[in-house]
Every structure is written in structure tokens, then in C-alpha cells.
């Protein structure tokens, strides 16, 4: 069974200060995506990032990266120079897509991000 | 152009009753969910359909159901509410399994 592990419930920085967000998962299957979302006081949910198994180059968007060990299951999320607008819930979510046909994901229980101005 | 749109965005009902929450998506998507966020921010898949199969979490009650009209909409009927039923209900589509879903801006449910 599917499973997904956000191990950090909350997290505070200073502005400017470096985040990182873990996130491990579980799956038997061996095609599987991987997903950032973020959900803003405002209540909506965003999209941050899709990666699939067999893709583990890190990426970088702007003050965003993202970290994916297939060795360690993790996806973890890291945050450079944090700033107030960053403060938020994000979700690390996974898709068995290839099994399922559809894009079902399994959500963390998600990492509450404060930053302190 | 709102991408997905939800009505109403707030819902306050009685126990007992039947409501309806409606979920329009324009990004051409051909697959629409359904989740449920709990109280304590858990996001819970509760449906998945596209024109050839509904995938339904086991976990959802059958008062619960999802119909959709056409691919663009996938609305969510739910019969004699009960108080646990209180949540945010979010609707998402994607292309199939092959892109990210995108949400709808939720749905906030409150029985009384």
C-alpha cells in the first residue's frame, strides 16, 4: 500500500533563513510521481512540482528545489531565503498513476511552514 | 479564467439534509476527482471518473456520489448529512494520470 510521511507537523523560520520540507514515501509500484503542493492561509491548493521515478534530477525554481532519492525514498523540498509569502501548508503527495490510470494522490499530512518577519 | 471553479464555496446545512457541491473545470482535462480535507487538514481522495471508469475509494460512504454531465463537470451529491460529513471538499482534474491535477478553490461544508 501507498503511504506518504511528512515527519515535521511545524516548522518556524526568520525570513531569510533556509527551509527544507521532508518527505518519504512508500509504493511497490516502480512507475510513480511525485508532487509538491502548497495551501496558503487563503485555503486553495497549489501546484509546485511534479517529478516522475524514473526522473531523480533535482530541480530548482527560483528560491525553490527539490531533492528526490529513489534510494531513500525521500522528496524532500527546500526553501532559500524564506520570506513571509512562503508561509504556508504544503503537501508532499504521490500518484500511482501508471497503475491506476489516474492521477489519485496520496497526500502527507502536510508541514505547516511559519515565517517570522 | 478561473482553470476549475467550485459553488458554493460555503455550505451551512442540517443533519438529514441532501446537498450538492458542483465542480466545472475548463483545461480540456478528461479526469475529475474528488477529495476531502478534513479538520485536521488531511486531504482524502474520495473519487476519481473519467467518461470510462469511476474509481471510488472504499472508505466513502455510498451516500456520497459523484456525477458527472459531461467531461467538464463532475458534481458531488451527498444524501442525509451528518455532522462528520463537515470538511472542505476539493475538485480536481488532470489529463489522465499523465499531468499534475489542479484544484478548485474548495468547498467549505458545515452540517449542523
Known amino acids: 500500500a501507498q503511504k506518504v510521511t511528512q515527519a515535521q507537523t511545524e516548522i518556524s523560520v526568520v525570513e531569510k533563513e533556509d527551509v527544507t520540507l521532508d518527505c518519504v514515501y512508500e509504493t511497490r509500484d516502480t512507475t510513480y510521481y511525485l508532487f509538491w503542493y502548497k495551501q496558503p492561509p487563503s485555503g486553495e491548493l497549489v501546484f509546485l512540482i511534479r517529478r516522475n521515478s524514473f526522473d531523480e534530477q533535482n530541480e530548482i525554481s527560483g528560491r525553490y528545489s527539490w531533492n528526490f532519492q529513489k534510494s531513500t525514498s525521500s522528496f524532500n523540498f527546500t526553501i532559500t531565503a524564506s520570506q513571509v509569502v512562503d508561509s504556508a501548508v504544503y503537501f508532499c503527495a504521490l500518484s500511482e498513476a501508471e497503475r491506476t490510470g489516474a492521477n489519485n494522490l496520496f497526500f502527507g499530512t502536510g508541514t505547516r511552514l511559519t515565517v517570522i518577519p | 479564467d478561473t482553470a476549475v471553479s467550485q459553488t458554493p464555496k460555503y455550505l451551512v446545512t442540517q443533519m438529514g439534509n441532501d446537498k450538492s457541491i458542483k465542480c466545472e473545470q475548463n483545461?480540456?482535462?478528461?479526469?475529475m476527482y474528488w477529495y476531502k480535507q478534513d479538520s485536521k487538514k488531511f486531504l482524502k481522495i474520495m473519487f476519481s471518473y473519467n467518461n470510462k471508469e469511476l474509481i471510488i475509494n472504499e472508505t466513502v460512504p455510498n451516500r456520497f456520489s459523484p456525477k458527472s454531465p459531461d467531461k467538464a463537470h463532475l458534481n458531488l451529491h451527498i444524501n442525509s448529512l451528518e455532522l462528520g460529513d463537515s470538511a472542505v471538499y476539493f475538485c480536481?482534474?488532470?489529463?489522465?494520470?499523465?499531468?499534475?491535477?489542479?484544484f478548485g478553490q474548495g468547498t467549505r461544508l458545515t452540517v449542523v
Open positions: 483545461l480540456g482535462h478528461d479526469t
Open positions: 480536481a482534474s488532470s489529463f489522465r494520470g499523465n499531468t499534475e491535477a489542479f
